[in-house]
């Protein structure tokens, strides 16, 4: 059974920084996307940023371009997103996904809708 588990979340201040982790198990997804949603206070669900299997294409959203870092570790089956210079507007509850399909990358995988597997989420709140 394929899980996704994301971690890192909390409370932190505007300005401050947090690193999400996402743990994947049930299988490898070294040659396969894997990208961070978000969903916000009566908000829907965007993207943020994903990357190739091979870390070689990152693609992240304007709102958090400059500020969040998504990387891997394949050996590790895990994907990061490093977030700083947090706002508050980046309150968010953030999941994880993962691309079933191998070497797949582009503009359509900015949207939900390809991806396979999703995390449960970890809760980010930013207080000002």
């Known amino acids: 059974q394929v899980q996704l588990v994301e971690s890192g979340g909390g409370l932190v201040q505007a300005g401050g920084s947090l690193r999400l982790s996402c743990a994947a198990s049930g299988r490898t997804f070294s040659t396969n996307t894997m990208g961070w949603f978000r969903q916000g206070p009566g908000k829907e669900r965007e993207f943020v940023a994903n990357?190739?299997?091979?870390?070689?294409?990152?693609y992240y959203a304007d709102s958090v371009k400059g500020r969040f870092t998504i990387s891997r570790d394949n050996p590790k089956n895990t994907v990061y997103l490093e977030m700083n210079s947090l706002k508050p507007e980046d309150t968010a509850v953030y999941y994880c996904?993962?691309?079933?399909?191998?070497?797949?990358?582009?503009?359509?995988?900015?949207?939900?809708?390809?991806?396979?597997?999703w995390g449960e989420g970890t809760l980010v709140t930013v207080s000002s």
């Open positions: 996904a993962a691309v079933s399909t191998p070497y797949r990358f582009g503009s359509i995988y900015t949207t939900g809708r390809p991806y396979d597997y």
């Open positions: 990357i190739d299997g091979t870390s070689s294409n990152t």
